[in-house]
């Protein structure tokens, strides 16, 4: 069943203009073509401050731009014209907030005064994937994790795989933090998980130790404890010239009668420019954005609860995605008509796909130990156990040789597995225990990850072998996806800098720091031909007055010449 939402009036493809300057800082001249608009302004403070972040709402389509100043002056451009709540976002700070009319073809102008507030803590600022909720008491990470044994044994099973605010985030009883140690420790079978294996090894924790930890969890994060979060009391740095080149732009997208809960997971592009993206939800379905007008369609799952998890777009035009109750699923958006292929045993259901050069899609399998292949010219689906145990893929890339790679999960290695050998090969990161979730191929077949756990990048050299890490330079990074642009900068989805992207120079080792006005974590993003990181908001507090959000960032504006989403 499809569902069409329209949030904008349709809009021809428009060019960026250049930009000129005024004595009281840069502004955008008017826009090349008269359908958008532009915005500027300067803001002023009685201290000093640095890349403040203003926030500009169409009152009426659910559009949000975000774009920094450098030196007190900021510009937005290619801006769909209407009425814009304009905020602008700075620790330590407040501002009131404007209401103003963008016309076609005309900048408007907007000045800003801020003003100091010592009541402003950390920006809310705080580290973290998962329970991203609006309120939550912030703590340094000493309170909110009491030292002890009781914390070693968190740390190495829950924060490694769900980051330090999962358990704050959510308080549970004692009953309720007793089933969910058996479930990691003794339900693999009834989860589903390669054959019965837990989801925690028995070597991690003895019968002694998960009395400790269950103590712990209940004392420290109980029913009656608030909802916490880990503070962060140094801002990640910021470089207001890099900045002041680029702009986000968010696509809300509220519930609907049908879609009563978005949990929008993974974006992909199709031939035509449009995003498509996975809703992991109840109910489940796939969901089409057309960014260059706004409207998006919901493609709903056959099965409510099949929790669509990665997408990809085969060059026909049809759409794949790999769920909790298939193998894969394939979507023909033209007739809506959707084929499924259902697991043949509990636990053995899709994660992740992507294409090889001959168009057969290969799929990573978290909870069975496995990937798979769906073979073009046959119709038919083919697994592949990993030997290690527990080692659970996760993100999966297919390189220019056709050797799929992929990461163990729980074991911290990365896999290689050569479909015309049926031979796998693995490499152990440096860090010897992490949590590895995603990882890109370069360009010159170099393959990135992100040490989720540890904050590091990974980088690894197929022909020496050679594995390099290199440290994020912030407090409780997590990178969840790295992924390469056309200049083989690699960008990290980072949801441990209250919501981030990073770019990293392979030349100058340097990185470049993004931060999103949402707090959240972004699982997976897609890199356009010209730049565009798209990317989704998964963990946002979301309520009907912020709805799920899907985002693009522009690193520079200047080259945006259309929203389309290309390869």
């Not at 358990?167 to 989860?191: E, K, V």
């Not at 010239?241 to 879609?259: F, H, N, R, S, W």
């Not at 799929?363 to 689906?381: A, C, H, Q, V, Y």
């Not at 990993?386 to 390189?399: F, H, K, L, N």
Request: aromatic letters at 10%; charged letters at 20%.
């Amino acid at each position: 069943m499809r569902r069409t939402i329209v949030l904008a009036w349709i809009v021809g493809v428009v060019a960026l203009s250049g930009f000129g300057c005024t004595g009281d800082g840069p502004v955008a001249d008017k826009p090349a073509m008269p359908q958008k608009a532009s915005l500027s302004g300067l803001i002023t403070a009685d201290q000093p401050f640095k890349a403040a972040m203003i926030t500009a709402r169409h009152m009426d389509m659910g559009l949000i731009y975000s774009v920094f100043t450098a030196g007190g002056a900021y510009r937005a451009v290619h801006m769909f014209p209407g009425r814009y709540e304009l905020n602008v976002e700075k620790t330590g700070f407040t501002a009131a907030p404007q209401i103003v009319e963008l016309k076609p073809g005309e900048n408007t102008r907007a000045n800003f005064e801020l003003v100091a507030d010592a009541e402003v803590d950390i920006d809310m600022q705080f580290a973290g994937s998962k329970y991203m909720v609006e309120e939550v008491q912030l703590a340094d990470y000493d309170s909110v994790y009491p030292p002890g044994p009781g914390r070693v044994l968190v740390e190495k099973t829950c924060v490694i795989c769900h980051g330090v605010n999962y358990l704050p985030g959510g308080p549970r009883n004692a009953a309720a933090w007793d089933a969910a140690i058996d479930l990691m420790m003794n339900q693999g079978q009834a989860y589903g998980v390669e054959d019965g294996a837990s989801l925690i090894a028995p070597d991690v924790i003895d019968a002694e130790e998960r009395q400790v930890l269950l103590d712990y969890l209940t004392e420290n994060f109980g029913e009656d404890t608030p909802r916490r979060a880990i503070r962060i009391d140094a801002e990640m740095p910021l470089d207001e010239t890099v900045l002041a080149k680029a702009m986000y732009i968010e696509y809300e997208l509220p519930d609907t009668q049908e879609m009563t809960n978005r949990w929008i997971q993974e974006p992909h592009f199709d031939q035509a420019g449009n995003v498509w993206f996975t809703e992991r939800g109840f109910p489940s379905a796939m969901t089409k954005l057309d960014p260059r007008t706004g409207t998006y369609e919901d493609f709903m799952n056959p099965d409510p609860a099949g929790s669509p998890h990665g997408v990809v777009v085969h060059p026909d035009g049809s759409v794949w995605w790999a769920g909790r109750s298939v193998h894969l699923a394939r979507l023909d958006p033209a007739t809506g008509e959707i084929k499924e292929y259902p697991v043949v045993k509990p636990g053995l259901h899709g994660h992740t796909p992507v294409l090889d050069s001959d168009n057969n899609i290969w799929f990573s399998m978290l909870p069975g130990n496995r990937i798979g292949k769906w073979d073009r010219l046959t119709d038919e689906i083919s697994l592949y156990e990993v030997p290690t145990a527990r080692a659970r893929p996760y993100g999966i890339v297919v390189d220019a040789n056709d050797q799929v790679w992929f990461a163990e999960f729980h074991v911290c290695r990365i896999g290689r597995f050569d479909p015309a050998t049926e031979r796998f090969t693995e490499y152990p990161a440096l860090t010897e225990a992490c949590t590895i979730r995603r990882l890109g191929v370069d360009s010159q077949g170099i393959i990135w990850f992100g040490l989720f756990s540890a904050g590091k990048l990974g980088r690894l050299d197929p022909a020496t072998g050679e594995v390099t890490e290199y440290a994020i330079p912030t407090t409780f990074s997590e990178p969840y996806d790295t992924w390469p642009d056309a200049d083989d900068n690699i960008w990290i989805s980072d949801g441990g800098q209250r919501g981030a992207l990073i770019r990293f120079d392979q030349q100058t080792e340097a990185f470049t720091f993004y931060p999103t006005r949402l707090r959240s974590d972004m699982p997976k993003l897609a890199i356009t031909r010209d730049g565009a990181i798209w990317y989704s908001a998964r963990w946002a507090a979301r309520s009907p007055a912020t709805p799920a959000t899907v985002g693009v960032l522009y690193p520079d504006m200047t080259k945006l010449t259309d929203l389309g989403a290309y390869y």
